[in-house]
């Protein structure tokens, strides 16, 4: 079993950029795969990005390609996103997810963080 904790969440203006955390607790971290998701209020959990267990893969949405890097370190048990060039249609709750197999889908995942919030203004 794996927890999960988010950080680096926050208000930022059009075109700013963030660095989202996700610490893991557990020896079994380098285990999984892990993702973020992402939901606003109303819709479903939107996939955002994924990382293979060793960190060589990686998949994105076409929505942040190019603007989005997922990344870990299973040294420190942790798995980052950097959000560049943030757009108002970004805003949302980001979670991140550790499952298995390296997947898009959210059901997939058994394991998830609570979330941090991403606004972004215009």
């Known amino acids: 079993q794996v927890q999960l904790v988010e950080s680096g969440g926050g208000l930022v203006q059009a075109g700013g950029s963030l660095r989202l955390s996700c610490a893991a607790s557990?020896?079994?971290?380098?285990?999984?795969?892990m993702a973020w998701f992402r939901q606003t209020p109303g819709k479903e959990r939107d996939f955002v990005a994924a990382?293979?267990?060793?960190?060589?893969?990686?998949a994105y949405a076409d929505s942040v390609k190019g603007r989005f890097t997922i990344s870990r370190d299973n040294a420190k048990n942790t798995m980052y996103l950097q959000l560049n060039t943030l757009k108002p249609g970004d805003t949302a709750v980001y979670y991140c997810?550790?499952?298995?197999?390296?997947?898009?889908?959210?059901?997939?995942?058994?394991?998830w963080g609570q979330g941090t919030q991403v606004t972004v203004s215009s």
């Open positions: 990382v293979t267990q060793g960190g060589s893969g990686t």
């Open positions: 997810a550790a499952g298995p197999m390296f997947s898009m889908t959210a059901g997939q995942y058994d394991y």
């Open positions: 557990g020896r079994a971290f380098r285990t999984y795969a």
